[in-house]
């Protein structure tokens, strides 16, 4: 049993743009540098390549979420709180590489019984590197929050870039980036970063310090946020699961690839979930402004949606030909379709932050399981018939669940109307790149389907901007 009744030393705090607005740009420029190394490989090996790389980290995602039992969101909270000493997180961490390193050699003989020869190394150690990359959250929680915050998204941003680099110069030495070489140099890159955050953070001279780890306490707290963890990772990743049940390879990696040029403006409306969850918050005290205003907040990210993706889908065909070159036809079309979903999840975003600022964190986890079935569901009606076309489909319309679900716990009848209209703005852009698909080409598709998006957007600001500047002339003709 372990001693706790030494309380771990007082962490001296840093301010929220560190703690929480580094870490978020760090995210963005993982997302960045992870979509440039598949472009390297879609180029180099293709884009079957691609999608075992995809199936290879999605399966070390699944496999260290189910091991890890929510340790990390838990120590996340905890050590915050104080609650966790430093030794105890050092023992955690090195607990959790041996079982880890223990599925990735069951994982070893798995791939070699189920892959084609050519891929089985490059599939395990990208499994291994995805692997190593989890096994650092319970690292990274002893500096989270603090004045030290800085030192994960520096670390995390400069071994992705310089794994850039190295990918960039095998591609352009040789004979373009091969699957395996590049599954060894990303396994080298996330065999660094754990060094890093091993060193960095001190966790070698946490697991000196004398004291014994009770696990069976610290696995029945963590539990509470096992399922979270899981149901989240199977709502964003489950669509490629179901996907790869149906199609091949390398209509996977058409698929990750798409979503992959989608994934960093994702990263940002999340980010700005987590700021308006702050400004939604209802303030307490007579002589305080009520900042509380479900609409604009929904305004704000429904505008922000519109623009975010006429921006991107304007942006598409330059993107793909730059990263994908002539291979990028479908990955084109699919990320043209994705456009709806984002535009839809950045509003889903803002009602989501209005729904947990109201207090109802319960209702937000009923919205997860309506969103994970829709999801399975709507990718196994699609995914069939219409391969990695269903599955963007399939990840625009489980958006609308979502609003719907959203909508219902919200219970804000002023919300109703602008939702409803939301869901129009993005209906007609569907029927818009349903009927151009017929008759265009894919870039003129994405161009136009993207100015659509953009003009809905800058009428949007104007008309908000405008009737912002009536309500004041009201007032003062009232008065």
Known sequence: MVSTDVNAPERKRSSLTVSSGLLGLSTILARLTTLVVMALLARGAGAEAVGYYGLATLAASFTAAALSIGLPTYLTRDVAAGLVSPPEVGRIHCGRLAVLLLAAGVAYPVSLLALPAPIRLGFFLFFLASVLEQWNETAWVLVRGTHRAWVEPFTNTSVGLALVAVCAADAWLGDGLAFGDAAAYVVVAAIVRSGAAFLLVGIWRAVRAPGRLDIVRHARRSLPYFATDLLGLVYFRGDVAVLALFVTATQVGEYVSAAAIIGPAVQVAASMGVGALAYAAPRIGAGAPSTDDPLTIFTFFRIAGQAAAGLIGIGLPIAVAILFGGEGRTTLVLASILTLFLALRFANFGLSAILLAHGR???????????????????????????????????????????GSLLWFVRIGALVRPVLASVGYVAVAAILLSVLSALASPTAVAVITGGYFVATAALSFLYQRRASRRVPQTIGESA
């Not at 018939?385 to 963007?392: D, K, L, M, N, V």
């Open 361 to 403: 964190a319960s209702s937000r986890l009923v919205v997860l399981v309506l969103s994970i079935c829709a999801s399975v569901g709507l990718n196994l009606l699609l995914d069939r018939r219409f391969e990695a076309y269903g599955a963007a489909s399939a990840a625009a319309l489980t958006e609308l669940v979502v609003a």
